[in-house]
């Protein structure tokens, strides 16, 4: 029985293992429409899947409803990624707490690799960010669309 064990300690630890192996994903930017920084933790085998994800967007634009100015965003606001060979794309999506009328935020992040140095590699890109919002008493809604240059970082 105890050969049994000592046998089975390898091949668990050969199974686990690359599972453990993780990375990490930093995203901060920022111009005069918004400030944006996100650190994220993703699994390294097939699918890199975000084992974690947490986030701050503020949008410094005019015209955009203050519960909507500052937007926490963790893993669920991750709906859409795209994190293969030279390229992350990031879609990240909120919609307005509560009962006011119906408002979102997303941004979506698109970066190509730049460039590698001894600990991490650059991506650099574009994003969109649209804020959406019904303002009280008017039946049409509001659309801000904005666009600027985006740069995230794997360590």
């Not at 005019?62 to 879609?91: N, S």
Request: overall charge neutral; proline content about 5%.
């Amino acid at each position: 029985m105890r050969t049994a064990a000592i046998t089975a300690v390898p091949l668990l630890l050969a199974v686990v293992s690359p599972a453990l192996a993780s990375g990490s994903l930093s995203c901060h930017f920022g111009d005069r429409n918004l400030k944006f920084g996100a650190e994220a933790t993703y699994s390294d085998g097939a699918g890199e899947g975000f084992v974690s994800f947490g986030g701050t967007l503020e949008v410094l634009a005019k015209g955009v409803p203050d519960d909507l100015h500052t937007v926490d965003l963790d893993l669920p606001h991750l709906t859409q990624r795209w994190f293969y060979a030279r390229e992350i794309k990031l879609r990240l999506y909120r919609e307005r707490p509560g009962a006011a009328p119906h408002g979102y935020v997303e941004l979506v992040v698109e970066t190509k690799q730049a460039g590698g140095g001894k600990d991490a590699i650059d991506y650099r890109g574009t994003y969109l960010l649209t804020v959406h919002h019904l303002p009280p008493g008017e039946a049409e809604g509001k659309t801000l669309k904005l666009r600027g240059r985006a740069a995230c970082q794997l360590g």
